[in-house]
């Protein structure tokens, strides 16, 4: 690549990621309308909060030092304090917050839809993301977990998302509180996505989601799914039977009949056997058992696609790795504040992919095979935009 190539990629890198930065904080400040103040000589719009919690969530910041920093570096007087940001957000009731958040998910999700990369039903991924909570006390809104960082407490999250290269979007997310069941949880996010006009074609999940409950929601959804078994007693004689020759790699199997007060669920078991395993004389670790609702006849007509579809759920990994880079930090006990950053997350990473759509859209490379601007470059020309607006480009 010549200086002169180079030259114009960095431009529209630039402009691309403007636009998406236009985009979002218009979203926001259209569909979480947080009120700053109703004096008349206010020093502060509801647009200078929605730059603040983005110039917050680009840095990874907590909102004391955070804003501290960004006045310095827009060498600014008139960047609003951190505990301006943190009080104004946290004043809103938590469901009115939850529910404007989710709206404003929805409009970047329809934004990437005008793409038209989401008319094809998609693979998609359902997972929770655990932020660790050291509260000494539990409440609803946290759940626990294994222990992690030292707490087995959690503000939990569980999101949808896409897992395709090139249009790998959020495309919705609820917040799991103590008492929430995963079917429910479940059938809410399906339920959202195809309210979205969003299709999925194989929904992953891992085997916390492998459960009669959730097996049954998605049937009766008429959703198909894919998912790792649980190592259940039942499962674990399956196991031996195809060991011993005498389960095939595809049969009929049913949890949940010996359970008091649990519904059966009945599901096709495949068995495959785990990669570098050959020597492995143990069944237990020499196989891995898959449950979905696929046909029979689809399953035989390509059996060696399972595992590799499978694999594509390591791409909601990748999400919550870039999910992380878009989050800012407190230590606020705050519901309504805490979905903010969380939300923020999300919305911001759409945004990014707003940004590359737009830019793979200009040199005529849609559907787009991978990102052409890195979070990196996202978070740098935001930062730029944050700054201009609060009184330096510099």
């Known amino acids: 690549m010549t200086k002169s190539d180079s030259s114009v990629r960095m431009a529209h890198e630039y402009s691309a990621s403007k636009e998406a930065f236009q985009k979002a904080t218009q979203i926001m400040c259209r569909e979480v309308s947080i009120p700053v103040s109703e004096r008349y000589n ?14 917050l969530s680009m840095e990874n910041r907590y909102a004391e030092s955070g804003m501290r920093r960004l006045s310095i570096e827009a060498s600014s007087r008139d960047v609003p304090s951190g505990s301006w940001v943190r ?4 004043r809103v009731p938590e469901k009115e917050m939850e529910e404007k958040l989710g709206r404003a998910l ?13 008319n094809e039903p998609v693979v998609a991924a359902v997972d929770k993301h655990q932020i660790p909570r050291h509260d000494e006390g539990i409440e609803p809104f946290l759940t626990r977990g294994k222990k992690k960082a030292g707490t087995t407490k959690f503000e939990t999250y569980a999101t949808l998302h896409c897992v395709e290269e090139g249009r790998r979007a959020q495309i919705a997310c609820e917040h799991v509180g103590f008492f929430d069941e995963n079917a429910k949880t479940v059938e809410r996010l399906v339920t959202q996505a195809r309210l979205e006009g969003v299709r999925i074609s194989l929904l992953l999940a891992d085997r916390e989601f492998s459960t009669s409950p959730v097996m049954n929601r998605l049937k009766r959804l008429r959703q ?14 399956a196991l031996v039977e195809h060991d011993q020759g005498k389960r095939g790699t595809i049969s009929q199997f049913v949890v949940g009949k010996n359970t008091a007060g649990s519904e059966p669920c009945s599901f096709t078991l495949v068995i495959f056997p785990r990669k570098g395993s050959e020597s492995e004389r143990d069944p237990l670790r020499r196989y891995i058992p898959f449950a979905t609702n696929l046909p029979a006849g689809k399953i035989l007509w390509n059996l060696r696609r399972l ?4 694999r594509r759920r390591w791409g909601i990994e990748s999400g919550y790795a870039g999910i992380e880079q878009l989050r800012a930090r407190t230590t606020s006990r705050n519901h309504a504040l805490r979905l903010t950053y969380f939300f923020y997350s999300l919305i911001l990473y759409n945004a990014w992919l707003l940004a590359n759509l737009t830019m793979a859209g200009r040199f005529g490379r849609l559907p787009l095979a991978r990102p052409m601007i890195t979070v990196q470059v996202i978070k740098a020309v ?5 700054r201009e607006a609060f009184g330096s480009g510099g």
Do not use: N, W
């Open 307 to 310: 595992p590799e579809d499978y």
């Open 224 to 237: 198909t799914f894919l998912m790792p078994c649980r190592l259940t007693p039942g499962m674990k004689l």
């Open 87 to 90: 009080d104004t957000v946290g």
């Open 42 to 55: 206010a020093k502060y719009a509801e647009t200078d909060l929605h730059h603040s919690l983005i110039a």
């Open 382 to 386: 935001f930062g730029r935009m944050i």
């Open 106 to 118: 929805s409009s970047t999700l329809q934004q990437v839809r005008s793409f038209r990369v989401l």
